[in-house]
């Protein structure tokens, strides 16, 4: 069965600290890996997404990826109070254009 | 970015009503659509691949007959629930794959809000 699997949190880091947000995934066929930030009663927006392994960085935003251990995370530095949401991973797995999302993580940045 | 959306954003009916939800991609074409359902505090599930010429796909467990699917044209998708309960109360968002920075970035309608009384 194709999973995708994120620590529901919350997660509650200070404000300016890095956040560090993972996610496993069961598919060895998936190739394509995103990240969604979701805020509450809104559809989900994309923040990130990887395909190959190592790092891939985006502002304040890096994604990390390693497909040995089947295994993406996402770390955002100098955490702000607006980063309080809902971050969703999502894994394509089935055909190019589908993909499979996680049960997302809450995280809430303290002011 | 690629932009879509649905209409409408908030509905109330009764039980047993039918409801129908538009998804549109306003500026790009899309030969699929997907929509998703999302209860309170969960994740989005897939429900149904929707193709544009040809039927949709559902997911397992996703009845096809309660949640009709039609893709009308390129920039459209419509998702009608049927004869509605309350258990069919949630929170329905499209998306529609877009040939960007990457090859299946997937963009999301602003979501519809069903409630069924």
């Known amino acids: 069965q194709k999973e995708v699997e994120q620590n529901s949190g919350p997660l509650s880091v200070p404000e300016g600290a890095i956040a560090s947000l993972n996610c496993t995934y069961s598919?060895?066929?998936?190739?394509?890996f995103f990240w969604y930030r979701q805020y509450s009663g809104k559809s989900p927006e994309l923040i990130m997404f990887i395909y190959s392994n190592g790092d891939k960085e985006d502002g304040r935003f890096t994604a990390q990826l390693n497909k040995a251990s089947q295994y993406v995370s996402l770390l955002i530095r100098d955490s702000q109070p607006s980063d309080s949401a809902t971050y969703l991973c999502a894994v394509n797995t089935g055909g190019y254009q589908k993909v499979t999302f996680g049960t997302g993580t809450k995280l809430q940045v303290i002011p | 970015g690629a932009v879509v959306s649905q209409h409408p954003s908030r509905v109330i009916c009764k039980s047993g009503t039918s409801v129908k939800i538009e998804c549109r991609s306003l500026d790009f074409q899309a030969t699929t659509m997907f929509w998703y359902r999302q209860f309170p505090k969960k994740s989005l599930m897939l429900m149904a691949t929707s193709n544009e010429g040809s039927k949709a796909t559902y997911e397992q467990g996703v009845e096809k007959d309660k949640f009709l699917i039609n893709h009308a044209s390129l920039t459209l998708s419509t998702l009608t629930v049927t004869s509605a309960h309350p258990e069919d109360s949630s929170f329905y968002i499209c998306?529609?794959?877009?040939?960007?920075?990457?090859?299946?970035?997937?963009?999301f309608g602003p979501g519809t809000r069903l409630t069924v009384l």
């Open positions: 598919d060895r066929g998936s190739q394509s």
């Open positions: 998306s529609a794959p877009f040939a960007g920075d990457s090859y299946n970035e997937q963009f």
